[in-house]
């Protein structure tokens, strides 16, 4: 009867020790998502204009001590230009692409990976992204077309939850 005991004991531990491990656990991190940077008005892929040149570079600056260690972009000269300044100014770090329109599957990845990451998206795309991580509270609406100003702030935590803030370039010193 003792060993049967123990036997029992072990088997209900190691399922608890399973159902544990199998939890809404998750690495602890940070994701920053921005619509990429203002672009020319001519062509089907444009380039960044001046300002949106000056805007990536600012962004490279904001999140130069944010221990970013994944980058991802749509597969646009806008988006990967966004990008290019802070890629250039953290060593190893390079730019994956992800599908614009596969938002669940760059969510998991996003959820996956371990450390700091940036995402680079559109004004009617960003918003699909972002809103996976809103728990509580009113989901995030489609950027406008000259809104090009926000850093959305998602912050995950060991215990599965998230929270999303959406700041403003301009609040980052």
Not at 137 to 154: M, R, S, V
């Amino acid at each position: 009867m003792k060993k049967q005991f123990g036997f029992y004991t072990a088997i209900v531990f190691l399922a608890v020790l399973l159902l544990w491990s199998c939890g809404a656990k998750q690495e602890p991190k940070t994701i920053y998502v921005v619509r990429h940077a203002e672009k020319l008005l001519t062509g089907d892929d444009p380039y960044l204009s001046v300002a949106g040149t000056v805007r990536s570079k600012k962004l490279a600056e904001i999140l130069s001590d944010k221990q970013i260690e994944h980058v991802f972009s749509t597969d646009f000269i806008r988006t990967r230009a966004t990008a290019q300044p802070l890629i250039e100014k953290i060593p190893g770090l390079t730019l994956e692409i992800y599908e614009v329109r596969k938002h669940d599957d760059l969510v998991k990845e996003l959820r996956k990976r371990k450390g700091n990451m940036l995402v680079v998206g559109h004004s009617n795309t960003i918003h699909h992204v972002v809103n996976y991580f809103v728990q509580e509270g009113e989901q995030y609406p489609e950027l406008e077309d000259l809104e090009y100003g926000y850093i959305f702030e998602i912050t995950l935590e060991k215990d599965g939850s998230s929270s999303v803030a959406r700041r403003e370039y301009r609040e980052f010193n």
